[in-house]
Structure formats: C-alpha cells, structure tokens
C-alpha cells in the first residue's frame, strides 16, 4: 500500500471483533500494556481471549484497572466459560488468531522507511520500542503525559515518523499501490512458471 493508503486508515478505522468481542481503538496504551504483558505473539485460544478482554476497553487505563481488581479470576471463569463453545472450536480459535492479526495490522501499519544514519552509526535503543515512542510524543512533540496514553496508535507512529523524517533521522517510502502490486505478483508468477517449464537457459 501507498503511504497515503495507509494514511487514509486514520479517518476510516474498521470495526473488529475478536471471539465475538467488539476491540475499542488501539492506542499507545494498549501496545505498552501488551509489552509488559508480553502477549506480542497470540498462539492459542486463552492468550486470544485475555487479548481481546483487554483490547476491549477504551482506554488502557480501564484495562489495567480490570487487572487489577481483585475480582480478576472470577472475572475469567465467567468469560471462559461464556467462550467455552468457541474456545474448544480449533476453527474459531483459528479464526480469532487471525482476527487478532488484522486488527493490530490495521492498527500499527505504517509506511516503509529507512534511516539516513549510516549502518553501525545509530544507537541501539533498550527500552521497548512503545516506551521510546511515548518518551518521543511527550519531550518532542509537545504530548501530555495525562493523555498520551490515550492516543491510538496510528496517530501516534505518523506524529513520530514524520518528526522523525522532518528531523532528518528517516526517510519515508512513498509505497506501491495495490493494483502495482498485484500486477509485479502476477508477473513473478508468470516468470516463475516460465522457468519451471525450460523457457530460460543459463
């Protein structure tokens, strides 16, 4: 996709639903909050399930509060149980994996860029990159610390990319479009084919 493409998904963000849960926006908070949970990589039906309780919240904020409560396990066993038909469905849970997929894919996608550093220049950053991110919004651009958090995420990466660019540090690829792209796929394929067949000598 074009970086404009990807920009469109700013004003027309797609409904998502997860195991038959509704996911709010995804914001900074969110991808902190997933960090520190470590639950980047979803495999099975419990991870899907805890994933899509915690993306169901508006802000990561309730999302915490609801971890921390001390009706928390309760709290489980009634949405386990509540999913239990579709957690013992390999099909669904197969489903909701994919699902999960497409949301932070429609939530996180921005344009390829590269850095302008030479290779080895750059400092190797510890933090994780969510952390670094708000550290960014916040010092750099002029984000409240009260409300970063509640910022979806998108908004956030095309606020820091483009600082980021402006600054001189990146440079952002203007992308292909879909139509480019499924015409190269389709030309791959056709060369691909043609090889197999013998049509070209070394």
């Known amino acids: 996709m074009t970086a404009a493409e990807l920009h469109r998904r700013l004003t027309l963000p797609d409904v998502y639903r997860v195991l038959g849960i509704r996911m709010a926006t995804f914001t900074v908070g969110h991808a902190r909050l997933l960090d520190r949970l470590e639950l980047a990589e979803i495999g099975d039906g419990s991870q899907a399930l805890l994933f899509a309780l915690l993306c169901r919240f508006k802000t990561a904020a309730d999302a915490d509060k609801w971890l921390c409560s001390r009706f928390l396990s309760w709290s489980l ?7 239990r038909r579709l957690l013992a469905n ?6 909701a994996v994919e699902a999960i997929r497409d949301y932070l894919d429609a939530s996180t996608q921005v344009p390829a ?9 750059g400092e190797t950053i510890g933090s ?24 979806p995420f998108l908004q956030a990466m095309w606020d820091y990319l483009s600082y980021m660019e402006a600054e001189g540090h990146i440079s952002i690829s203007e992308g292909v479009t879909d139509e480019e792209l499924k015409r190269m796929e389709a030309q791959g394929a056709e060369l691909l084919e043609r090889a ?3 049509e070209f000598s070394c």
């Open 77 to 83: 066993v009634l949405w386990t149980n509540r999913k």
């Open 90 to 95: 390999p099909i669904e849970v197969t489903a």
């Open 113 to 121: 860029y590269y850095s302008k550093h030479k290779s080895g220049d």
């Open 128 to 151: 994780p990159f969510s952390q670094h991110l708000r550290t960014i919004l916040i010092s750099k651009l002029g984000y409240s610390p009260q409300s970063v958090d509640d910022t």
């Open 196 to 198: 197999k067949k013998g």
